[in-house]
């Protein structure tokens, strides 16, 4: 997964405030994802915690489509839980 993200992280890093990184990748991840996973929601970052940050996937199109948890558990759900 890193070399397909090529430089984006170290730019990203330096353009945005850490303070507001997890919204605007949020927002962005809702925006350019959809097709792909299908409904998202824009959720909060831990229970209690008012700071949008999450995306919820309602029901992801990838996972649908190929019927392999494999595929799910490798390309999204272990890189983002890191």
């Not at 850490?18 to 927002?27: G, N, R």
């Not at 959720?43 to 995306?55: E, I, K, L, S």
């Not at 996972?63 to 490798?74: A, F, P, Q, T, W």
Request: with cysteine; aromatic share 6%.
């Amino acid at each position: 997964m890193k070399a397909l993200a090529g430089p984006v992280p170290t730019v990203f890093r330096s353009l945005v405030p850490s303070k507001y990184a997890p919204a605007l990748l949020a927002f962005s991840t809702k925006l350019f994802t959809g097709f792909l996973v299908g409904r998202t929601t824009i959720t909060q970052r831990a229970p209690g915690d008012d700071r949008a940050g999450g995306v919820l996937v309602h029901r992801c199109s990838v996972l649908e489509h190929s019927e392999c948890k494999g595929v799910c558990m490798r390309m999204c759900k272990l890189p983002t839980e890191k």
